[in-house]
């Protein structure tokens, strides 16, 4: 039988809600009555159509019949959700009318979060597929690669200031003032983006370029004052930032790199130990460890000593950890 709901009361606090959402409709010329009634006849929100889950599941679409596609497809897909949240973070404190310490420190919590989540469940990778699986599946995705997630380029241009992620060779002595677009060539990945054998461009890096290079030099220029360094500066350094901003920093350009690394001495190097080219052909030992590309952020918050032996000892134990 059905339960019969007593008659509705209208208390001080349902005529409250009454009048705001009049107050609301108003502005779409409906009265208060009409938009109601919609809400009536509306369906129930429901969890898999909130999160589109029937749309997320079947954007996991390997190239081969290899069982092990599958994780590495889904775990890319996952990462790029995660740089999502870390690029809305960075957009947040970018575009606050009126930023301060405790908003700023925060948002760089969240972001310590996600990356930890990222560098955590890298094992997944790292441990979860069958080596021959992955060096048999891996040839049907050439020329693609992870170098070319835009979303993580984003991350790192609204991270720094951009003369911070150019080429270690050419950083210290940019000048930070002139356009992004003359100095863009001198970028770390750029110069890591070349052929083992030929040391001509990729392919995989042509092609990346051509599709977001001016976005990236338009966000460049957007944050050449709003970004995560920047802003730092503007709320005058507090001492609270100081370690949270260190840790990020060696989040992205230490352990993420280094759990990279870790993958890559894993499944690229043949039986004979010798290293074999990425899918996008790019020369992996010289471009994943932390120690070659000294990519640092916030090179004002770190030792003389810090920097100079950037990421060594943490390379030097995970060779030694494959090795023994």
Excluded at 9 to 34: C, F, H, M, N, W
Excluded at 44 to 49: A, G, H, I, S, T
Excluded at 184 to 212: M, P, R, V
Excluded at 257 to 277: C, D, I
Aim: charged share 25%; with cysteine; net charge negative.
């Amino acid at each position: 039988m059905k339960n019969e709901l007593e008659p509705l009361a209208l208390t001080p606090e349902l005529v409250g809600k009454l009048q705001e959402l009049r107050d609301k409709y108003s502005l779409t010329g409906q009265d208060l009555i009409s938009n109601l009634e919609g809400l009536l006849y509306a369906n129930y929100l429901k969890y898999w159509d909130y999160i589109h889950l029937d749309t997320l599941l079947s954007l996991q679409n390997p190239k081969t019949d290899f069982a092990d596609e599958k994780i590495f497809i889904t775990y890319h897909q996952i990462t790029e959700l995660y740089f999502k949240l870390i690029l809305w973070e960075l957009e947040q404190m970018a575009t606050h009318q009126s930023i301060n310490t405790k908003f700023y420190t925060e948002r760089i919590k969240r972001i310590d979060r996600y990356l930890q989540n990222l560098i955590f469940s890298f094992d997944v990778m790292t441990e979860g597929m069958e080596y021959e699986q992955f060096r048999q599946f891996r040839m049907s995705l050439l020329p693609s690669s992870g170098f070319q997630s835009a979303q993580f380029r984003k991350i790192e241009i609204c991270m720094t200031d951009f003369a911070h992620i150019l080429a270690h060779t050419h950083h210290e002595k940019a000048d930070f003032s002139e356009p992004i677009d003359n100095i863009f060539d001198f970028l770390y990945w750029k110069q890591g983006a070349s052929d083992q054998k030929t040391g001509e461009e990729t392919i995989t890096s042509i092609h990346f370029q051509q599709k977001y290079r001016n976005d990236f030099v338009e966000l460049a220029e957007k944050y050449r004052q709003k970004n995560l360094w920047q802003i730092f500066l503007e709320l005058d350094r507090p001492k609270e930032a100081i370690e949270l901003l260190k840790n990020i920093d060696a989040l992205i350009n230490i352990d993420w790199r280094l759990a990279h690394f870790k993958s890559a001495v894993k499944y690229l190097k043949n039986p004979k130990g010798e290293a074999v080219e990425a899918t996008g052909g790019t020369n992996w030992q010289k471009y994943l460890p932390p120690r070659f590309q000294k990519i640092i952020f916030y090179p004002e918050l770190w030792t003389s000593e810090e920097k100079e032996n950037w990421g060594k000892k943490w390379v030097e134990k995970t060779i030694n950890s494959f090795e023994n």
